[in-house]
């Protein structure tokens, strides 16, 4: 056989060998590319689902700080990092998932019904509804939802695990059948080695070792010697090429990796920022940047933690309400009231950081809870004497004048200090207690600290009791009224009756109209038992009139409360009760105080016009008592005076007051307006008050206010009061 027949038989070998060993390598390079796009992408998909369970475990902490007593944006933080999950679950669950679908679509369907459940609770609470079984629930969903986050991690893991396992068996497939392609190779070689030259050979051999060396990472690529054939100087070439490319698809793919490692990395940092902003938002006032009421809790919390297990722990609470805030808001607008409140957290903050050690403490917390209010928490003091020292200090620095926005302002706050060694378990009862000795600095004259007591405390309940007591008493209409004679000083008879609201509780006794009305003028009662006053007088004026002969009159006067006559509707409801009691509107006589008048002249008037037209009599209760100026007198249709009862019980001892009284029985005839006097006790007292003019009188020289029976007699006896003072 010619030598050419046997570098055909190479030549057919070599190339039909490579050729077959390209073909094997890129097609398993090709699988094995494949096996490691997967691997990435089931890899990105594991970092989704870590993201997730980050988002998912920050969801479940807001939930759980969640309390009944949440603010509202608590809730809508909370609603927006849902949103945020579901938003993120759903483009997880729509991608090319190489994970188990089942677990992510478990997550899914908890995270939904987290979803409705959070819309329900903003709902429950905007309508006021008890929120706890709610919460519980929506607690309950959200740890099934980080146990099915779990399940997702898991089973990506597991997609991880395997593609491992499929990447390095597709490797070492790769390596064993190149292997065994070389093996035949050489076989065939060797078959044929007896039918070439060593010249043929030895290339052919070199060939394989550097397409080896290649696969293993060798940088250069051997030349082959001189003597070589064209066929294998291509052949070189192409596994030449066919490297080259092979390392050039590595590098770009390396390349692409790195990029999308960067592009993650960047997404992270940016998604960590807005985590933290969000965290920071959660946490802190806006306007002022000091931490709000749920952090406040938070740290108070764990003070009550420490103190429960080192007895020597101290911390303490101070609860600053700033004085007269609502005058720099009303004065100066309400751009002036938010400098001022970022005027005073600075103040405050820069209070704890230059005082002493005790207040250079870092652990101490500045927290705004509401409009005005701000709390001091004064982590680890020695001495009970420590939060006074700080309290001074705040007052001392408070007083100086804040320059704001062109204004000079002056301002104080009224203090309630409370610590723990009261019994107190929870960190928003500790608050409370510091709010309740807040009041009672701002009730004993304002510009000063209080620290609290188990007394205040007990007050306190003691006037939540009453006030419930009181909101049934009107609803259930179980309080009662009682009539106190006005008698006319210049005939001596009786013209008509006060009706006083009275209230005899079941177990306390008879309690004093001071103090009931005044909680009701608080709470906003006094609207309601106000209007029930005025019926239940008109109807007893009604039942008296049908008994009288019909040229006998008799009238009812009835106080009205500031609210009262500020509400809309008033007028209407004084109309509404006329026509359903069927008695005359010049029977009615409303007592309406000065300072009630004083305080809102322009709008008052118009109230009082419209009454005038429904022909009720217009009585200013406690005259003299107030900041009334006469010249306002003339604008209101106004028909009597009623004089303070202050001004007769000193007339006796001093004679200006007398002087006083006939003054203002002397204004009061040249305006057309006659007067009433209440609180005539001795006769020394009526003799001077009809010597001075007065029309009418009241007291209890001529009787205490009794109820309905005992007046049906003193109307049907017709006593003359002036008798003895003829």
């Not at 060939?207 to 064209?230: D, V, Y």
């Not at 704890?352 to 809870?369: F, G, M, P, W």
């Not at 007394?455 to 009682?482: F, K, Y």
């Amino acid at each position: 056989m010619r030598i050419h027949h046997h570098v055909s038989i190479i030549l057919f070998v070599a190339i039909a060998g490579a050729i077959g060993l390209a073909l094997a390598v890129g097609l398993l390079l090709g699988g094995l590319e494949r096996a490691a796009q997967e691997t990435g992408r089931v890899s990105e998909q594991y970092h989704q689902v870590r993201m997730l369970l980050t988002d998912g475990q920050e969801l479940l902490e807001t939930i759980n700080t969640l309390t009944s007593d949440s603010a509202q944006d608590s809730f809508v933080i909370m609603n927006h990092a849902i949103e945020r999950s579901v938003l993120g679950l759903a483009r997880f669950h729509h991608s090319s998932l190489l994970v188990e679908a089942q677990p992510v679509e478990q997550a899914l369907d908890a995270l939904e019904t987290m979803t409705e459940q959070s819309r329900k609770l903003v709902l429950s609470r905007a309508s006021g509804l008890p929120l706890v079984d709610e919460l519980e629930r929506l607690r309950a969903n959200a740890a099934m939802y980080m146990t099915r986050l779990d399940q997702v991690e898991t089973a990506a893991g597991l997609a991880i695990g395997k593609q491992d396992q499929v990447l390095v068996q597709r490797r070492k497939l790769i390596m064993l059948i190149i292997g065994l392609i070389c093996v035949v190779y050489l076989a065939a070689m060797e078959r044929v080695r007896h039918w070439t030259t060593r010249r043929l050979i030895l290339p052919v051999q070199k060939l394989a070792s550097a397409a080896m060396k290649a696969m293993e990472g060798e940088e250069s690529f051997p030349r082959l010697e001189q003597g070589t054939t064209e066929e294998l100087n291509t052949l070189a070439r192409v596994l030449s090429s066919f490297v080259e490319t092979l390392k050039s698809r590595v590098r770009e793919r390396t390349a692409q990796v790195e990029r999308q490692k960067e592009h993650l990395e960047r997404e992270v940092a940016v998604r960590r920022q807005a985590e933290e902003q969000l965290r920071h938002a959660a946490f802190h006032d806006k306007l002022t940047g000091l931490c709000n009421r749920d952090l406040l809790l938070d740290r108070l919390e764990r003070c009550i933690e420490r103190a429960r297990r080192n007895d020597d722990y101290k911390f303490s609470v101070l609860f600053l309400d700033v004085d007269r805030f609502k005058e720099v808001n009303d004065s100066l607008g309400h751009f002036v009231g938010d400098q001022l409140l970022v005027a005073i957290a600075d103040r405050l903050q820069r209070c704890l950081r230059s005082s002493d050690t005790l207040a250079r403490v870092e652990s101490n917390t500045i927290a705004r809870i509401g409009g005005d209010e701000f709390v001091v928490l004064l982590d680890g003091i020695k001495a009970r004497s420590d939060a006074s020292v700080v309290a001074q200090r705040i007052q001392e620095v408070l007083a100086e004048p804040f320059h704001l926005n062109g204004h000079e302002v002056f301002t104080s706050a009224s203090i309630g200090i409370a610590f723990n060694e009261i019994e107190c378990d929870k960190a928003d009862h500790l608050l409370r207690d510091a709010d309740t000795a807040m009041y009672h600095a701002k009730a004993a004259g304002k510009a000063r600290h209080e620290v609290f007591n188990k007394q205040m405390h007990a007050e306190a309940m003691s006037r939540l009791e009453l006030g419930n007591d009181l909101r049934r008493a009107v609803e259930n209409q179980e309080l009662g009224i009682a009539y106190q004679p006005i008698i006319c000083l210049k005939t001596g008879r009786l013209t008509g009756f006060e009706g006083l609201a009275r209230w005899e509780h079941p177990q306390r006794g008879i309690i004093s109209p001071v103090k009931f009305i005044a909680h009701a003028e608080e709470t906003g009662l006094i609207v309601q038992l106000g209007e029930w006053v005025l019926q239940q007088a008109c109807q007893q004026l009604r039942a008296w009139q049908e008994q009288l002969p019909r040229d006998r009159s008799l009238s009812v006067s009835v106080n009205v409360s500031k609210r009262q006559v500020a509400e809309p509707g008033f007028v209407e409801v004084v109309q509404q009760v006329l026509n359903s009691t069927g008695i005359d509107g010049r029977d009615l006589k409303l007592e309406i105080t000065e300072t009630v008048i004083m305080e809102n002249p322009d709008s008052i008037a118009e109230v009082l016009r419209r009454l005038k037209e429904l022909g009720v009599e217009i009585h200013m209760d406690d005259f003299g008592t107030g900041y009334s100026s006469l010249s306002y007198l003339h604008r209101f249709p106004l028909d009597v005076l009623k004089i303070d009862r202050a001004f007769v019980g000193t007339m006796s001892a001093n004679d200006d007051y007398a002087d006083v009284v006939h003054t203002v029985v002397s204004l009061a005839h040249t305006l057309n307006m006659q007067v009433t006097v209440e609180g005539v006790e001795t006769l020394d007292q009526l003799v001077k008050l009809m010597a001075v003019g007065c029309d009418y009188g009241q007291g209890y020289y001529f009787a205490e206010p009794m109820d309905a029976e005992a007046a049906k007699k003193i109307i049907s006896s017709e006593p003359q009061w002036l008798k003895s003072a003829a």
